[in-house]
Structures are given as structure tokens and as C-alpha cells.
């Protein structure tokens, strides 16, 4: 297991961009899948994005296109870059790892 930590969510407008961050404690190279998940005030949490070990991603449709998800295991680090951010993409972003506990989470909130 590893103990994960989000940054660098915030209040953006409509059309803007952030970068998410989920650093591990200790390192990633083991860990086969690592990516993110959303929950929206009065929502499920929903899958966002997926990376493997090997470089291979996965999205969600209603953000293919617009965010991106990589990794880097000498940092311990996952990130999630989100372009042309939308309304709805306001929630709390959660970190995932193979295995491991979520992160707490950062707040995304897009106003229009």
C-alpha cells in the first residue's frame, strides 16, 4: 500500500485548465494501475482516468479529449492535466492506487 496526497485543484472559469497532483509516499514502480476518480456533491464517484505500469491510459468518455493522465515513477507521482475544463467537471478529485487507501481528495470547482 501506499498513502496518497492530491494537489492543485482550485477555482478555475470555464475553458481554463489545472493540473492535478497525487504523490505517493513511497515509490509507484510496482503499482500496476494508478489514476483518479470524481464524486460531484450528490453524485457517486465516478472514474475519471487510469494509467498501467506500462504507459497504457483509459478515460472516461466525458472527459476523452480534454484531460490527460501520466505518471512519473522516479517522482512518485501521478498527474492529471484537465484542459477546457466545463462546469461539470466540478467534484472532488480522489487519487487511486492499486491496493491502496484513497487520497482525501482536492476540490475542482469551474465556474461558467
Known amino acids: 500500500q501506499v498513502q496518497l496526497v492530491e494537489s492543485g485543484g482550485g477555482l478555475v472559469q470555464a475553458g481554463g485548465s489545472l493540473r492535478l497532483s497525487c504523490a505517493a509516499h513511497r515509490s509507484t514502480f510496482s503499482i500496476h494501475a494508478m489514476g483518479w476518480f470524481r464524486q460531484a456533491p450528490g453524485k457517486q464517484r465516478e472514474f475519471v482516468a487510469r494509467?498501467?505500469?506500462?504507459?497504457?491510459?483509459y478515460y472516461a468518455d466525458s472527459v476523452k479529449g480534454r484531460f490527460t493522465i501520466s505518471r512519473d515513477n522516479a517522482k512518485n507521482t501521478v498527474y492529471l492535466q484537465m484542459n477546457s475544463l466545463k462546469p461539470e467537471d466540478t467534484a472532488v478529485y480522489y487519487c487511486?492506487?492499486?491496493?491502496?487507501?484513497w487520497g482525501q481528495g482536492t476540490q475542482v470547482t469551474v465556474s461558467s
Open positions: 494509467i498501467a505500469s506500462d504507459g497504457n491510459t
Open positions: 487511486f492506487a492499486d491496493g491502496s487507501p
